[in-house]
């Protein structure tokens, strides 16, 4: 996959679905490059993606209807995050998983398939997940006062904690800034190589705060699980195929 389109998706926080999957709560991310929709889905302990042909994908499931790419979008996002969304044929396996949704959208029923690759690196958990979470923690730390922070009178679960708009603006500040920052580092050298924009190495500044008030910056990966070279993410990437089918030619009804 190409590393802009991976950064793209790395500065866009998780959404919590409205369903649970095989009774796990997940949460998505979506991106559209060239008229290809990049979804992936995790239950924060493994990472699924699916690349498929936008439009097409669309067409061939809702023949009827029709729209511009950001309207469609929407709606199969809304798809994702309602509660009422009616799920079936759930299956999953260790390198697969599918399912089948329904959304009543006024006097229409719009209709979505989703059919994931595993992605078996830690990376990806690391660069979308734990990297971001430890980032808004030192961020937290750093900037606010916490010495009046008392015990809560009710515990949220981790499923929530994306869903919180501060969250949210947080963790795409915190990305975004991360990825900017690692976009310069990862230009051609001389040499001729390039560094991953997942792999978030720059040991220059993690050795420069010390102090006992404040999380240090979050560490590089020190693990052969956290760093995954450009050639095999580009061949894990390559075996997610798009899918091809053809839509029916039928009257549309526009959003």
Not at 76 to 87: P, Y
Not at 94 to 111: C, S
Request: glycine fraction near 4%.
């Amino acid at each position: 996959m190409e590393a802009d389109v991976d950064a793209e998706l790395l500065k866009t926080c998780w959404t919590p679905l409205g369903f649970r999957l095989a009774d796990r709560y997940y949460a998505a991310k979506f991106h559209i490059k060239a008229g290809q929709l990049h979804t992936i889905l995790t239950d924060y302990e493994s990472i699924y993606y699916e690349i498929a042909d936008f439009i097409k994908k669309f067409s061939s499931l809702n023949v009827k209807l029709s729209g511009s790419e950001k309207t469609l979008l929407e709606k199969v996002r809304n798809m994702f995050v309602s509660s009422t969304t009616k799920v079936s044929n759930e299956n999953k396996n260790d390198n697969t998983l599918e399912f089948d949704l329904e959304f009543v959208a006024g006097k229409r029923i719009l209709k979505w398939h989703f059919s994931g690759q595993h992605l078996g690196s830690m990376n990806y958990i690391f660069s979308h997940i734990t990297r971001p979470l430890l980032n808004i923690l030192s961020v937290v730390v750093d900037e606010c006062d916490l010495s009046s922070v008392t015990t809560p009178g009710s515990s949220s679960s981790f499923s929530d904690l994306f869903g919180k708009p501060t969250v949210q603006k947080l963790y795409e500040a915190v990305t975004a800034g991360s990825v900017a920052v690692e976009n310069v580092s990862s230009t051609y050298s001389d040499g001729g190589s390039e560094e991953s924009i997942n792999t978030g190495t720059d040991s220059s500044n993690h050795n420069d705060r010390n102090s006992a008030d404040s999380l240090p910056e979050t560490p590089p990966p020190t693990s052969a699980n956290e760093i995954m070279s450009d050639t095999v993410q580009e061949k894990e990437f390559k075996e997610i195929q798009t899918l091809r089918e053809s839509p029916s030619k039928k009257p549309k009804l526009r959003f």
